[in-house]
């Protein structure tokens, strides 16, 4: 998809804006067919051999007639399909037209009605299986990528609301005298945080990190998600009043329940994030050179192990990694691998490319850096050489089985097809388990046999006054999840509060 | 945010340092860690048990060796300087009135040995405390030990305090005793825990450890403490930090902690400090614990 220069495209949206401005001259608006016969904006990167090398934001945003473009592209549907593909429903048409319109400022307040980051948001949704699946625009041209590039759209509106210096502060209610603990500062803690400040309530945001965010700050990585934007995002909150109180464990450093009986907390919201990292559970899997995604990315992300002249946290030396597993976690292992020097990192996966639940446009992004892709592969176990250091893998292949009930085809191994490849590093990335500290520590707090937080319609855990939502409650979701989560809760602890 | 409270070099390596943190002071038991960073950008995140407590000042006490260069960014920082620390971590030790408790130490672990002690003396247990250490200036806590415990031994690689002998030596003696121990809780080198398990394991006595392994978060996301105990992946930072000694994977968990070991070095390097000489006297240990007790 991309591959034009930043400049061909400019070029390219210029002379679109040229064929509007010569419709409207003739006095007519653009008919769909004009709109469905405009380019669709690709999103200008910097050059693949460059990026791999740096840590620098891959995707650079649209200009502005780039975004100009892109927002006449839309139909404007009575229906808007779109928007029930969106977790919060952000008013999609809504905002585009503001766009079109040149009004920048109502663009983004179209979307922080329902959306308050729209600068993450924009970055790391799977457009592509939420609003733009439905999108009108690409279902008549047959191809999901000729759809309406709304997150692009999103995130050109956030963007340049920054460099505007405009950010408008949501208003923050009279003071209401209650007081709300928000454990885990990652998105579903943080929007639940600004939905309860704006009724006027106090409000603790507790961090067991060093830095606010949650997976925004330790698993994203830069190239994808810069942290000086969570941070702009993270300091708006307090702004508003919201007090964060880092280094904070809530069930360690502090009970869950004194919170509420001595501490004077009137409800408690937990987002406390997935954690837990699962492995394949094989043999030799303890070796050194094995890695969780969430270890690898830690050390890379929050401990800024890529920076080695400054950074105290050492990186593991890999030559050659291999990681495990199809989800956006997978290709930030594996594309960080790349960047902290790898010579060749094969990302295996037991399904194949149609299955991968990665951001489509993240997985053509490492295919263009040089990540190679095992399809059909899992490894059985993790060999060893004397000092107890990985040095390779034992692979088997897998083919597609006939469908199942639900249409689905299960990878099912090949026999005889087992090879060893020599890999130095083994990064594993297939998913979390919940996190069991707040439940040990929290002995009424009822979870569910995977140990995920459960709730109600209003996102009530079992005990009262206490809320729960995101990766906590959903096992390892996404980010607008996790804020659709936090919005609800916000609402039941506000009515609850009022 | 926390900050230096007192600041003691109890020998050339090892730091004594009191830390301002009164929640971790008020809710922690024996047994739990902390982990403490020397800034918030950089630095390392370094696991360290809690020797002491006194909820009444809101601080804790901390003893640490300085082994890489993040030990010597802690051991640099002076009374008032802020440190970032998160806890209490890891589950509290389980204590009860088990009867007849040995409670081993080597070196820096005498430290974290120290709220152990002080918990089964006060459960009631008759408790005799193994300190050991390479060389009689490298021994500490030894008044706070010995005013709790009902009997200390020392013994020294070099002699120069206590006995001529690995901590092992007394271990076994007391094993083999007409009065054998009914729990015994080592804490300190992998080598020497390890070599504790080995020596107790004849006897058939539950032998607990505390595993010091790489850490990250600290809280169970990153899997990077992970070990293998008895044949199962355990995470040490929220299944332990203690375990059944006799089922600890000794080679598997001493490999993992040197996983960083070259890059350390390099580190090391650039602090200008001799890390060969630290590690040689370490093989030289591990090489005698090895002979001593097998
Ligand atoms: C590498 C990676 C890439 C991803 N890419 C995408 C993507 O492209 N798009 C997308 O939509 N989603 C992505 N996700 C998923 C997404 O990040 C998560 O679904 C989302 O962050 C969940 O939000 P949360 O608020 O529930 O939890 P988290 O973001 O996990 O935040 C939880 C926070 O709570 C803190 N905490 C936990 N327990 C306690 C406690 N007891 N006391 C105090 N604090 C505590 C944690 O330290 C953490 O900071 C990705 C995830 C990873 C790991
Ligand atoms: S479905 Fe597509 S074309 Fe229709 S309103 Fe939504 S974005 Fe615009
Ligand atoms: S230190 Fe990260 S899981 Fe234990």
Do not use: W
């Given at each position: 998809m991309s591959g034009a220069s930043k400049e061909g495209l400019e070029r390219q949206a210029r002379e679109a804006l040229g064929r509007i401005a010569a419709i409207r001259s003739e006095g007519r608006e653009l008919s769909p067919r004009d709109r469905l016969a405009l380019p669709v904006q690709d999103m200008p990167c910097q050059v693949p051999q460059a990026r791999a090398a740096n840590?620098?934001?891959?995707a650079e945003g649209y200009s502005e007639a780039q975004a100009k473009v892109e927002a006449e592209r839309?139909?404007?549907?009575?229906?808007?399909?779109c928007v029930s593909g969106c977790p919060v429903r952000v008013d999609i048409p809504g905002f585009i037209k503001k766009i079109r319109e040149g009004d920048y400022v109502g663009a983004t307040r179209a979307i922080k009605?329902?959306?308050?980051?729209p600068s993450i948001c924009g970055r790391v949704c799977p457009q592509e299986s939420q609003c733009q699946a439905n999108c009108t625009v690409g279902k008549s041209l047959k191809s999901?990528?000729?759809?309406?590039q709304i997150g692009r759209l999103e995130r050109w509106v956030a963007d340049n609301e920054r460099a505007c210096g405009a950010c408008d502060l949501p208003d923050v209610g009279n003071s209401s005298g209650k007081r709300v603990a928000v454990v885990g500062s990652g998105p579903a803690g943080l929007t639940t945080a600004i939905d309860l400040r704006r009724e006027g309530h106090e409000v603790v945001v507790y961090e067991?990190?060093?830095?606010?965010?949650g997976v925004m700050v330790y698993g994203i990585p830069e190239f994808r998600l810069p942290k000086s934007l969570v941070a702009i995002e993270s300091n708006l909150l307090a702004e508003m009043g919201v007090l964060y109180q880092l280094n904070f464990l809530v069930g360690?450093?502090?009970k869950l329940r004194s919170l509420l009986a001595?501490?004077?907390?009137?409800a408690v919201f937990i987002g406390?994030?997935?954690?837990?990292p699962k492995f394949?559970?094989?043999?030799?899997?303890?070796?050194?050179?094995v890695f969780s995604a969430n270890e690898y990315l830690t050390r890379s992300?929050?401990?800024?192990?890529?920076?080695r002249d400054r950074a105290a946290t050492p990186i593991y030396p890999s030559r050659r990694v291999a990681v495990l597993g199809g989800g956006n976690v997978a290709m930030d292992s594996a594309r960080m691998a790349l960047r902290l020097g790898a010579e060749e990192v094969r990302v295996l996966y037991r399904r194949t490319r149609e299955e991968m639940p990665a951001r489509s446009e993240e997985v053509g992004h490492a295919m263009e850096e040089g990540i190679i892709f095992d399809f059909l592969t899992s490894p059985t176990r993790v060999i060893g050489d004397k000092d107890g250091r990985a040095e390779a893998l034992e692979i088997l292949s897998y083919a597609l089985g006939e469908p199942d009930a639900s249409g689905r085809r299960s990878p099912v191994a090949i026999k005889g097809s087992e090879r060893v490849v020599p890999f130095d590093t083994v990064i594993v990335a297939i998913g979390n388990e919940s996190n069991p500290l707040l439940s040990r520590t929290t002995p009424d707090l009822k979870v569910d046999k995977r140990g995920h937080i459960l709730v109600d319609?209003?996102?009530?855990?079992?005990?009262?006054r206490v809320y729960a939502g995101g990766d906590i409650v959903l096992?390892?979701?996404?980010v607008i999840l996790a804020m659709g989560e936090g919005r609800r809760a916000a609402a039941a602890i506000n009515e609850l509060l009022g | 945010m926390t900050r230096i409270l007192s600041k003691r070099?109890?020998?050339?390596?090892v730091y004594r340092v009191e830390v301002e943190a009164p929640l971790v002071a008020r809710e922690r038991r024996a047994g739990q860690f902390v982990i403490v960073q020397a800034?918030?950008?950089?630095a390392e995140r370094i696991p360290l048990t809690i020797a002491d407590a006194d909820p009444e000042r809101g601080a804790i006490t901390l003893v640490f060796q300085t082994v890489g260069a993040s030990t010597h960014a802690l051991a640099a920082k002076e009374v008032g300087d802020p440190i970032t620390l998160l806890g209490p971590l890891g589950n509290p030790t389980h204590i009860e009135r088990f009867g007849k408790a040995v409670c081993v130490g080597g070196g820096i672990g005498l430290a974290p040995l120290h709220p152990i002690v002080k918990a089964l003396k006060e459960a009631g247990n008759e408790v005799v405390v193994i300190a050991g250490a390479?060389?009689?200036?490298?021994?500490?806590m030894q008044e706070e030990l010995k005013s709790i415990a009902d009997e200390l031994i020392v013994a020294t690689d070099d002699g120069s305090?206590?006995?001529?002998?690995?901590?092992?030596e007394p271990l076994k003696e007391i094993c083999a005793s007409?009065?054998?121990?009914d729990i015994v809780v080592a804490i300190g080198p992998p080598i020497m825990m390890k070599f504790c398990a080995e020596a107790t394991r004849p006897f058939g006595v539950k032998t607990l450890v505390s595993l010091n392994t790489i850490m990250i978060?600290?809280?169970?996301?990153?899997?990077?403490?992970r070990v293998s105990v008895g044949g199962e992946t355990k995470f040490v930072c929220v299944d332990g930090p203690e375990f059944d000694g006799h089922l600890v994977d000794w080679d598997g968990m001493m490999s993992r902690l040197r996983s960083y070991r070259k890059q350390e070095e390099e580190a090391h390097h650039r602090c200008h400090l001799d890390l060969a000489a630290a590690l040689a006297s370490e093989t030289s240990a591990a090489e005698r614990l090895a002979k001593g007790a097998l």
């Open positions: 840590m620098l934001e891959v839309c139909l404007d549907c009575k229906n808007a399909p009605r329902t959306n308050l980051l999901i990528d000729a759809a309406v067991a990190f060093q830095k606010t965010g360690r450093t502090r001595e501490d004077g907390f009137d406390a994030g997935a954690g837990l394949m559970e094989m043999p030799g899997e303890n070796l050194v050179g992300n929050l401990m800024k192990a890529y920076d319609g209003a996102q009530k855990t079992s005990i009262d096992g390892a979701a996404t | 070099r109890l020998s050339e390596e800034d918030d950008d950089f390479r060389t009689a200036e490298l021994l500490i305090a206590g006995r001529k002998a690995l901590v092992t007409d009065r054998p121990p978060d600290g809280t169970g996301m990153c899997g990077g403490c």
